[in-house]
C-alpha cells in the first residue's frame, strides 16, 4: 500500500476509535453524575447537566486522541509511512 492509503486507514481507524472512546468516556461521566450529583440537582436543569458531560467528553477525547497520536508518531516514526494531509504550498 502507498503513503496515501495508509493515510486514509489510519485516519478513518482513529476517527473510528475516537468515537468509541469519546462513546466510553460519555458513559463514564454520566454514570459518576447520576449516582454522585443527579439528586441534588434539579430536573430542569438535568439537561444542561448533560450537554455539559458531553461537551466534557468531547474534550477529554480530543486531549487522549492528540497524546496518543503524538506519542505513536514519535515510537513509531510515522511521518515516514503517512502522506502529509496538508500539503506545503509553494
Known amino acids: 500500500m502507498g503513503k496515501r492509503a495508509n493515510t486514509v486507514l489510519f485516519i478513518l481507524g482513529a476517527t473510528v476509535v475516537n468515537l468509541i472512546v469519546m462513546m466510553v468516556v460519555f458513559v463514564v461521566l454520566l454514570t459518576a453524575f447520576s449516582f454522585a450529583l443527579a439528586a441534588h440537582v434539579p430536573p430542569e436543569s438535568q439537561q ?34 503517512f502522506e502529509p494531509i496538508f500539503p506545503k504550498r509553494k
Not at 458531553?54 to 474534550?59: C, T
Not at 496518543?68 to 515516514?80: H, N
Open 48 to 81: 444542561w447537566v448533560v450537554l455539559g458531560l458531553l461537551v466534557g467528553s468531547i474534550a477529554i477525547t480530543y486531549f487522549i486522541y492528540y497524546r496518543l497520536v503524538r506519542f505513536l508518531t514519535a515510537k513509531y516514526d510515522l511521518e515516514k509511512h
